[in-house]
């Protein structure tokens, strides 16, 4: 069990209260001792060093800072740290293993989702849970689900590729097919 | 951006909570979705010394119908369980139509209709539906619950009639009396931006007549605008053309917009006329197909 801690630098009183809370992030279970109007943002990026999530316009407006919340994506900069008690968290960090890209971190790469990449974390966490809900989805259930993430790059356009080449390839994975690098018809995947 | 300090309490029952405001008075506020709090409070324009999250509190995250028809929203029914809710789909109409259109995918996970209208704010979509289908808020207090009408609920902007000792724990709205038609359309420069102008429709016909009518605008007004004139131009008429165009007229008479960044007030007048007969044409068409 590691034990974590928010630094708000000087802001912090002595007298302040803090609040212990439990939690399971990327799933690893952790506590924190946090003061009561910490930002889940800022637990994860500050207390927790995943800096993987990002922080935008802080204003609940652009979706940089997406986080899944028991599986639903949400703005963490739109909710207090200390109701992350009890809860499940994934960020950024949760996709890849040590070794593997995630289908979605692969889907950017291969479609290139991306240019400077700072609303990419937020774009896969909405992705994921959109994913999960629904293994096949058009291209009008991609661009609705990544409406409440803003990205000034792309246009979008191959975002919306990026997860689509997502979904057929974990559809591919999920029909038991053998672990093949890339599902047929994609071009293969540069060393 | 942090909000300001406050104390923090998480009860796991309403009697709780009720006693938590009842101890913080005015600096008390409950905490349910928090996407209009927070932020507020991220900004400081809000400074509650004492937050009550609900959000532990079991069994308020329903939406259900009685057997007579009557429909009960709980207060931590999410925007998204509505938006997925076949219950809505194939009885609520006006309702399904707006639960897509609330803020952004990210924040309908997290908000709450019950919160949306405790908000008041006059570009909540919401309020609108709620007040077009004539439905009211349950407050529960330490000597029990009362019900409130949607109409005498908002007294302005981000202002309602609680005590400061009362949650709202739930929104209802009344059966139908015949069969329910209606929708929403919302203007809006992108997902996720505030109603240049909402209008929501919501009819109950029978026999190709319309029994009742409700139509409610959102962002043209200092609260939520009840065309009650236009509205009630329609009760016991059949939807024709000329019907339509008086009852259009009628709800953008009842506007009151302002000009600013998201359009002039004439244009946001004129889209209430265009929202107005776009809804009731395409259910004067069902209502003729149905008779």
């Not at chain 1, 500050?46 to 949400?74: E, F, P, S």
């Not at chain 1, 990544?146 to 979904?167: D, E, F, M, P």
């Not at chain 2, 949306?116 to 289908?133: F, I, M, Y």
């Not at chain 2, 909402?198 to 043209?220: D, F, K, P, Y």
Request: charged share 20%; net charge negative; aromatic share 4%.
């Amino acid at each position: 069990m590691t034990t974590v801690y928010d630094d708000l630098g000087d802001q912090v009183a002595s007298d302040v209260p803090m609040r212990r809370i439990r939690f399971t992030i990327n799933g690893a279970r952790k506590a924190a001792e946090v003061e009561p109007r910490l930002l889940l943002a800022h637990l994860i990026r500050q207390g927790l060093g995943l800096t993987g999530t990002h922080m935008g316009c802080d204003t609940t407006n652009c979706g940089a800072c997406t986080v899944l919340v028991d599986g639903r994506a949400i703005k963490s900069c739109t909710m207090l740290a200390v109701q992350a008690d009890g809860h499940e968290i994934t960020t950024v960090e949760g996709l890849a293993t040590a070794s593997e890209l995630h289908p979605l971190q692969e889907g950017f790469k291969q479609e290139h989702g991306l240019q400077c990449g700072f609303c990419t974390p937020g774009m896969m966490l909405a992705a994921k849970a959109l994913l999960a809900a629904k293994p096949d989805p058009t291209e009008e259930d991609v661009r609705w689900a990544l409406s409440g993430n803003l990205c000034r790059c792309t246009g979008y356009q191959n975002i919306v590729k990026s997860v689509l080449w997502a979904a057929a390839k974990l559809r591919s994975e999920q029909a038991g097919d053998p672990p093949e690098p890339e599902p047929a018809g994609e071009p293969a995947q540069e060393a | 951006m942090y909000p300001s300090r406050f104390r923090y309490e998480a009860p796991r029952s309403l009697g709780e909570a009720i006693g938590l405001l009842r101890e913080g008075g005015d600096e008390a506020k409950v905490l349910a979705g928090g996407q209009s709090l927070v932020p507020l409070m991220k900004l400081r324009f809000a400074s509650p010394e004492l937050i009550v999250d609900i959000n532990n509190v079991g069994g308020l995250d329903y939406h259900r119908a009685d057997t007579d028809g009557t429909l009960r929203i709980g207060a931590l029914c999410r925007h998204a369980d509505l938006e997925r809710s076949d219950l809505l789909k194939s009885t609520q109409p006006t309702m399904a139509a707006a639960a897509p259109l609330i803020a952004d995918p990210l924040v309908r996970n997290r908000g709450t209709l019950v919160g949306s209208l405790c908000h008041a704010d006059p570009q909540g979509d919401w309020a609108s539906v709620v007040t077009a289908l004539g439905g009211s808020m349950i407050a529960q207090g330490p000597n029990g619950s009362r019900a409130i009408a949607m109409a005498d609920f908002v007294t302005g902007p981000f202002e309602n009639t609680l005590e400061p000792d009362e949650i709202a724990v739930e929104a209802v709205i009344p059966p139908a009396q015949g069969t329910r038609a209606g929708g929403y359309l919302k203007l809006e420069r992108r997902v996720g931006d505030f109603a240049t102008v909402g209008v929501a429709v919501a009819l109950e016909t029978s026999g190709g007549t319309v029994r009742r009518a409700g139509i409610a605008l959102t962002g043209v007004g200092g609260s939520t605008v009840a065309a009650t004139a236009a509205a009630g131009a329609l009760a016991g008429k059949a939807l024709t053309a000329e019907t339509i165009e008086q009852a259009a007229d009628l709800a953008a008479q009842a506007a009151n917009p302002r000009t600013d960044h998201r359009g002039s007030a004439a244009y946001k007048r004129h889209m209430v006329r265009t929202f107005v007969v776009r809804l009731l044409s395409r259910n004067g068409d069902r209502a003729e197909r149905a008779a």
